[in-house]
């Protein structure tokens, strides 16, 4: 019970604090003349603001300084400048494997998942007897726990025993072929983690999903219909463009997310040669290894890749989203 | 709002975030009472709870200290790391071989040199420990820590099995590595029965295999000393990989696992596990540490056996050295040395075999683990072709490049010895070199 | 189900005047949504079913569909071979006060941001969107060095703290969103009647904007639920442990076979609280991200 008390002291004394300093805040912008409502909107959000600096700004700071040290957190660091960086992109034989596999699935997932997410919820956008329920079923696989999840994909992998060879052994069996070995080959890794991917498109980008659908204004399809528009015509002119903020908002939610999976690889423990997932490879080396330095550059590079990528589709979104306010 | 008061409330912000302070756990020191020391293991669960036995006793039996264990199988290095980190770690821990250099290196262990020169204590008596296991525990001539087992790696036997096919199980002792190379392919069976040399051999429906192996254990160096090869030489300065010698061995296990198809694939021992195969007589052959718990099983009998002989004569096998450090961060070393010392020698007559000279017969293994009765003998007679690792404090990256780059492909068959070999010794000495 | 008749304007259009075309455009999504149930479910029953078999009848092959024995003890075992009570009281724990604090502080800034005027809101608005793309294991290793210099590795605090400072960026934009349908006259209303900010927000926007704090909740409580990389790096003693990694005891080594029965067990435990949550609060759930009207 101890460390539960004194945690819960600890959290009321920042909530305290928290709510204390947007009150000094609020006061002192107003000591200051600012108008009113300017001084309450500082004071609002100063919770994220403080965040902001302790938990996203410093540390942002302080692992790009790590990032050209050697530390190995039991001694102090020492300055290395760029070494980290040219071991990284010179010497060492993890980092190509990881990038390309970390890309590739993000590449290979993200399409497919947000084009997936987009169907399911048109099929439970109907009005279907027991939707609760299937909506229920559709949330699932985000609902089971994401350790879970990873094991029941150790057991359908199984080379032997596993769901998935089961069923189509029989086909690799006609080709005068082995059955996958799906963790085991190097080969296989890739094509098993986007079928993990498929089953995860459901849960959350389904809901967002269906919200959105929900949105689009009902009197656009009738006036479309009235104009003898086919059903596919009006899936491309009307719900994709009416959705594509949401469709944009779901690619950059997947790229995110897809650069940075890490549960589900740590659990299926797949062959290292075929490339360590970008996350569990910073993992490992800065909390297993503990070399802090060298993580914190590889977190770099993979931060950078994520930004360059979001920065190509939100210049891309130009093109293809559409957002209602704009044009009215 | 002019500029300037925006950057005054920003300013004051930065400034006043330092107010809301943490409030710290505190500690509390009681002469009169035991001290609590902790020791972190990786013990599971039914190891922890025969390690509580001891530790019970052995808080009964003073008032000086209290030992606390705290285990965790999972990550258990991992865990180590941060809590030292963290400055939360415990006053002793567990640590095998190939760890010791890593933490003594960064000075995370407390130096016992000097302290054990000047004990009485049994346990402190270096010379009466078998210079291999007691060298893993020094690192540039200190002692930090002392080892409490030192085992080498047996070959455990279905012997059901092996007279099944007509062979001796008296003979498996003289074995060489083709007659372990030949029971193995007589013992494997798909499904109809074939063996693989046989041609309707199909082998994707196994039903009883020969053997296991996963990359990492048993350690592919075993084969390669066994060839005569080393895979790392003790000037630290090359990995010859790619000798003839070394190749031999390596490509002894490519064969025994690709071409005749004695072990299920990693992914299955993985899922099933090792010794849960040999217990349901899935798999005949297996080799394991002594301390493995195979002998005790209702369907089968099984008996640990000397490694099979290669090329040269030589059985070397892969030796595991566990033992016990102080952390260097211990705020009460003196009292934590107490119990560090009486903990060694209580576990000494606890684990098999142990690493001190008087405790390492035959008759102490069977006193202690009666049901090894008929394995003791050899476990005796593996402890003179024990072998280890020459470490030093880059061992765990050099490791991890020759375990992922050259003994994963081979064993799960994605590439032949020699094809990889040159290769990976250029990776291999790469890490050598930014350690000289 | 009336909440959701209408949902799909082309059915509405198809309603009026082609009923045979909408049996079938119905049949085929009947048929489609059931086939996907299923093999959604799959995985979950077998999940189910092994967790009440005996370990080795797990990786029987044919798999074995119905356990025989049903093995109902598996869950009394798993649950007393570690101490899971505790596991649990810890999660729980962790999960009251995240919630408590993220829900609290997001809804604040969101307010702030919604409502109130001041210089540089649009840009601090547009960087507290941008930190949705940061990578957390850029900032993983320093937030870990933050913790380890208040001398808070091995305690809930990292867990937990930073939930009082609006954490989830995505989860102040929804709140946002959703308070920008509401009217502001209400709340002009209350001025009038001398309400300060505090009531306002309390008695008029929190009633209001109850579905998008559900949805908020819903995710919040997922994402304690889920999170495994935290607790692994930050709690070391056993006393401290959440369910999932206590789950991780079962898991066993690279030559040590998982217990896969007391996997499943747990991991059938751990799904059922948000399976049930999402059950019940579904209809919420999806009104609360609807109104919103996301927009990227």
């Known amino acids: 019970m101890q460390p539960h008390l004194a945690t819960g002291f600890r959290f009321i004394l920042v909530l305290g604090g928290v709510v204390g300093l947007m009150v000094v805040v609020q006061r002192l912008l107003l000591l200051l003349r600012v108008r009113r409502e300017a001084a309450t909107g500082y004071a609002l959000i100063t919770p994220w603001l403080v965040g902001f600096l302790v938990f996203t700004s410093i540390p942002m700071i302080a692992s790009a300084y790590l990032s050209l040290t050697d530390y190995n957190i039991l001694q102090p660091p020492t300055w290395v400048g760029l070494e980290n ?161 949401v469709i944009f908002l779901q690619v950059v939610r997947g790229i995110i997310g897809a650069l940075q999976i890490f549960t589900v690889y740590a659990f299926t423990n797949p062959t290292p040669r075929a490339g360590k997932f970008m996350s569990f490879y910073i993992y490992q080396t800065g909390f297993q290894q503990f070399r802090m330095g060298y993580a914190s550059a590889l977190a770099w590079i993979l931060f950078s890749i994520i930004l360059a990528l979001t920065l190509v589709v939100l210049r891309s979104s130009e093109m293809w989203v559409y957002y209602e306010g704009e044009r009215k | 709002m002019s500029k300037n008061r925006r950057l005054v409330a920003v300013l004051l912000l930065l400034v006043l975030f330092p107010v809301v302070s943490f409030a710290g756990g505190t500690r509390e020191a009681d002469a009169s009472r035991p001290v609590e020391v902790r020791v972190a293991t990786w013990a599971g669960s039914s190891e922890a709870a025969e390690l509580q036995e001891i530790l019970d006793e052995l808080n009964a039996g003073t008032d000086r200290y209290r030992i606390v264990q705290e285990s965790s199988p999972a990550e258990y290095y991992t865990n180590l790391q941060t ?91 003289d074995w060489t590595w083709d007659d372990f190379r030949d029971a193995a392919i007589q013992l494997t069976r798909d499904r109809n029965g074939n063996t693989p040399v046989d041609s309707g051999f199909d082998r994707d429906e196994i039903e009883r295999y020969a053997f296991s192996m996963v990359p990492g254990w048993p350690p592919l160096q075993q084969w390669i000393w066994q060839a005569g090869g080393v895979e790392l030489t003790e000037d630290l300065v090359a990995s010859p990989i790619d000798s003839p010698e070394a190749l031999e061995g390596a490509n002894f296990i490519y064969e025994l696992l690709h071409e005749y198809h004695v072990a299920p694939r990693q992914s299955v021992i993985g899922d099933r596990g090792f010794d849960q195969m040999m217990r349901d007589g899935q798999v005949s052959m297996f080799m394991g540490g002594a301390a493995d718990d195979l002998e005790r099983n209702d369907n089968y009998e099984i008996r640990a056996f000397v490694l099979p002989a290669g090329p040269t004569g030589s059985r070397a096998n892969w030796a595991w050295i566990g033992g016990m450090a102080i952390s260097g961060q211990t705020r009460i070393p003196d009292i934590a040395y107490e119990a560090f010392m009486d903990l060694t020698a209580a576990i000494h007559r606890w684990k098999v075999p142990s690493p001190r000279i ?39 990256e050099w490791a991890t490049v020759l375990g992922e780059r050259y003994v994963d492909p081979i064993v799960r068959g994605d590439d032949r ?18 350690y000289r | 189900m009336s909440q959701v008749s209408g949902a799909t304007a082309g059915g509405l259009a198809w309603w009026e005047n082609r009923r045979v075309r909408d049996r079938i455009y119905k049949t085929v999504s009947y048929v489609v949504v059931i086939a996907g149930a299923a093999v959604l479910t799959i995985p979950f029953l077998w999940m189910i079913s092994s967790s009440l078999k005996p370990s080795a009848a797990v990786f029987a092959s044919p798999p074995q569909w119905i356990p025989d024995p049903v093995m109902w003890r598996n869950y009394i075992d798993a649950w007393t071979a570690m101490p899971f009570t505790r596991f649990l009281f810890n999660t729980v724990f962790i999960i009251a006060l995240g919630l408590t604090g993220e829900l609290l502080s997001t809804t604040v800034v969101a307010y702030g941001f919604a409502r109130y005027r001041f210089p540089g809101r649009n840009v601090l608005f547009v960087i507290l969107l941008s930190t949705m793309m940061l990578p957390y294991v850029v900032t993983l290793i320093p937030t870990f060095l933050i913790w380890r210099s208040l001398g808070l590795i091995n305690t809930f605090d990292p867990l937990v703290i930073g939930a009082i400072f609006a954490w989830g960026p995505f989860h102040i934009f929804l709140l946002r969103q959703f308070m920008l349908t509401v009217p502001v006259q209400m709340e002009e209303a209350a001025l009038v009647d ?87 609060a579904q209809r919420y759930f999806i009104e609360g991200l609807t109104v919103t009207g996301i927009k990227g």
């Open chain 2, 358 to 396: 008087d405790l390492a017969t035959a008759e102490t293994i069977v006193e202690l683990q009666p049901h090894k009765v008929d394995s003791a003998e050899n476990i005796i007679a593996s402890l003179e072709h024990m072998r280890t690792p020459h470490l030093f404090p880059g061992y765990a």
């Open chain 3, 194 to 280: 001398g309400a300060n900010t505090m009531q306002r927000f309390g008695y008029i926007m929190i009633p209001l904007i109850r579905p998008a704090l559900l949805a908020v909740g819903v995710f919040t409580f997922q994402a304690f639920w889920n999170d495994f990389l935290g607790p692994l790096i930050y709690l070391n003693d056993m006393t401290k442990y959440t369910m999932n990694l206590g789950i991780y005891f079962f898991m066993g080594g690279p030559a040590e076979a998982p217990q896969w029965h007391w996997l499943m067990a747990m991991s059938t435990l751990l799904a059922l609280p948000v399976l049930l949550l999402f059950f019940l």
């Open chain 1, 85 to 245: 960086f040219r071991r990284i992109f010179n010497r060492d034989i993890d980092f190509g494997p990881a990038i390309r596999i970390t890309l590739l699935y993000a590449f290979l997932s993200v399409p497919i998942g947000v084009a997936g997410a987009l169907f399911i919820a048109m099929l439970l956008a109907n009005d279907l007897k027991g939707i609760g329920v299937y909506r229920t079923i559709y949330y699932l696989p985000t609902v089971l726990p994401e350790v879970a999840v990873a094991l029941l994909w150790r057991w359908i992998f199984n080379p032997q025993a596993g769901l998935l060879n089961r069923i189509i052994g029989p086909v690799f069996r006609i080709f005068g072929m082995s059955r996958p070995d799906w963790f085991g080959d190097p080969t296989y890794v890739l094509p098993a983690f986007v079928i993990i991917s498929l089953w995860g498109i459901t849960g959350v980008n389904m809901v967002i999903f269906l919200a959105a659908l929900k949105n689009v204004p009902t009197h656009l399809y009738e006036v479309a219909f009235i104009d003898g528009a086919g059903s596919w015509r009006r899936f491309w002119s009307i719900t994709i463009p009416m959705v594509s903020p």
């Open chain 2, 83 to 173: 809590q030292l980190a963290g400055g939360t770690a415990a006053d002793l821990f567990w640590l095998d071989q190939d760890n010791l250099i890593n933490f003594a290196a960064r000075g995370a262990l407390l130096d016992i040199t000097d302290r054990v020169e000047a004990d009485s204590h049994e346990a402190a008596d270096l010379d009466g420990y078998f210079p291999t296991p007691l060298e893993r525990f020094t690192y540039e001539g200190r002692v930090y820590g002392l080892p409490w087992i030192s085992m080498p790696v047996m070959l455990y036997v279905n012997v059901d099995h092996i007279r099944e096919i007509g062979l001796d199980p008296d003979g498996i002792n």
């Open chain 2, 417 to 434: 010895p020699e094809d990889i070999a040159s290769s990976v010794r250029m990776m291999l000495e790469d890490v050598l070199e930014d």
